[in-house]
């Protein structure tokens, strides 16, 4: 049974930053790329960075040179370091393989962006 969890939200100022971890449960960690989505209220689920198995990351246009996205194998965990927050940014963030799977959603983490 697959367990993503998700945790590291919060309420933060716009501007503040903040780390989002998700650890790993019932895959090969360290042989699947991973992703990390966001959703905002009445908005589609959208990929926010990616990581390969190997180290390689992509990132949205919105959050390039703000976000960065790490993995540590050892601890089959994945970050995302989320720097200059945008009050548009408020919304669950959730992390999962890349390409997504349906059925491996976890509950997601909130992150609110307000002063």
């Known amino acids: 049974q697959v367990q993503l969890v998700e945790s590291g939200g919060g309420l933060v100022q716009p501007g503040g930053s903040l780390r989002l971890s998700c650890a790993a449960s019932?895959?090969?960690?360290?042989?699947?790329?991973m992703g990390w989505y966001r959703q905002a209220p009445g908005m589609q689920r959208e990929l926010v960075a990616r990581?390969?198995?190997?180290?390689?990351?992509y990132y949205g246009d919105s959050v390039k040179g703000r976000f960065t996205i790490s993995r540590d194998n050892a601890k089959n965990t994945v970050y995302l370091q989320m720097n200059g927050l945008k009050p548009e940014e408020t919304a669950v963030y959730y992390c999962?393989?890349?390409?997504?799977?349906?059925?491996?959603w976890g509950q997601g983490t909130q992150v609110t962006v307000s002063s």
């Open positions: 999962n393989v890349w390409p997504m799977r349906g059925s491996f």
């Open positions: 019932g895959i090969i960690f360290s042989l699947n790329a």
């Open positions: 990581i390969t198995s190997g180290g390689s990351t």
